[in-house]
Structure formats: C-alpha cells, structure tokens
C-alpha cells in the first residue's frame, strides 16, 4: 500500500513521510520504516530496470535514440556528429538521475478541479512517454484492488462469529437477535410438528 501511495503522482514520499509518525513510535521506529519502504521501492524499480533490457535509460531519455538519429544524419553534416557523439560519451561517464529519482525529485501534481475524479493509472497512461520503467511498475502495482477481507470470508459464509473484532451491535441488541432467531425456530418447529400429528390423526 506504501508503495502504491508513492506512485500516485499527488502523494509521492509525502505520504509515508507524513503518516508513518502518526503510526509509529517513537521517531527513530517510524524513519526506520520510512527507509524500509524506500528500500524496497528501489529494489523494485532494479527489477523492472533489469527486464527492459537492451536500451539504456538515463533520466527517461533513451541514448538509442540518440544513435539512431546520428546514423541518419548525412556525413557530410559532421559538426552535429562530432556533438552528438560527446553528449553519449558525457551521458556514459556522467550518468544522470534514474527515472525513479527523477519522479520523486519533482513536485507533487496537484490536480485541476475534483480531486475524486483523478486516475492514478490514467495519468500513468498520458506520461509514459517520457519514462519507461515507472509506467509499467505503476501498472502492475496500482492495478492490485485493496482489501482488508479475510480471504475465507470472501468465499464462504460459514461461521460468522460476533466478537470484540467483529462487532457492532451493543450487548443487548446481540441478545435480543440471537433470542428472537431461537424463538422464531423454536416457533416454525412447533408448527411442523403439530401439522404432522395432524396428518397422521
């Protein structure tokens, strides 16, 4: 969920930075996990780096391209190849920022009107351009819906228990309905049977 609430584009790191005082205490235990989440965020972001192989992404510009456009350049323009080839060779020495650093590095997008209508995915969508990596782990962890639901509750309706996690009727409420339900089967049971007796007579 931490992870989930930094890709949204609104929140980024302010969420954890925000939240986790509030969850955690004291201090030290909440920077703690704060370092966790952004840990294991730039774990992820390592793997899905790993799976775009085959072109390099320096700050969401892709030095392939850069190629590409150099060998279409005619030969006889050779003070565009000559730069070109010193900006590669300057990108390689001096790598820039990752995709992931640039994301958090920039302000937080505050959306026009209705905040409720906002997309996080949608917005994923418009940006890809731009970056390659970010958009497709965006996709695959802000597509998982959250559930609180025990998964056994979800598929069977078997052995709903009342207790102190699972309650919100007071104490004689709870009383009067497990009563009730006991009378009226207690009530439908003697019914059956006095129509059967009167069916054997």
């Known amino acids: 969920m931490s992870l989930a609430c930094i890709l949204d584009p609104r929140c980024k790191l302010h969420v954890i930075t925000f939240c986790f005082p509030l969850i955690y205490k004291p201090e030290h235990v909440a920077a703690e996990n704060v370092d966790k989440v952004k840990n ?38 050779s003070g565009i190849d000559e ?14 920022k990752s995709e992931l650093e640039v994301y958090l590095d920039e ?22 351009l731009k970056s390659k990596v970010l958009p497709k782990m965006a996709a ?38 497990i009563c009730g339900g006991d009378w009226l089967r207690n009530k439908c049971w003697n019914r059956k049977i006095k129509s059967l007796v009167s069916l054997e007579g």
């Open 40 to 77: 294991k965020l730039q774990e992820m972001y390592d793997e899905y780096a790993e799976n775009c192989h085959g072109e390099t992404i320096i700050s969401g510009v892709n030095t392939n391209s850069l190629v590409a456009s150099s060998n279409v350049v005619s030969s006889e323009i």
């Open 83 to 96: 730069m070109l080839n010193m900006v590669r060779e300057k990108e390689t020495i001096h790598p820039t």
């Open 107 to 128: 302000s937080a997008y505050i959306p026009e009107g209705n905040s409720k209508s906002f997309s996080a995915l949608e917005w994923w969508k418009n940006n890809s």
């Open 140 to 177: 695959d962890i802000l597509a998982i819906s959250v559930s609180t639901v025990a998964s056994e509750s979800s598929f069977s309706a078997r052995g709903r228990v009342i207790d102190e996690y699972r309650s919100r009727l007071n104490q004689e409420s709870i009383e009067a309905l």
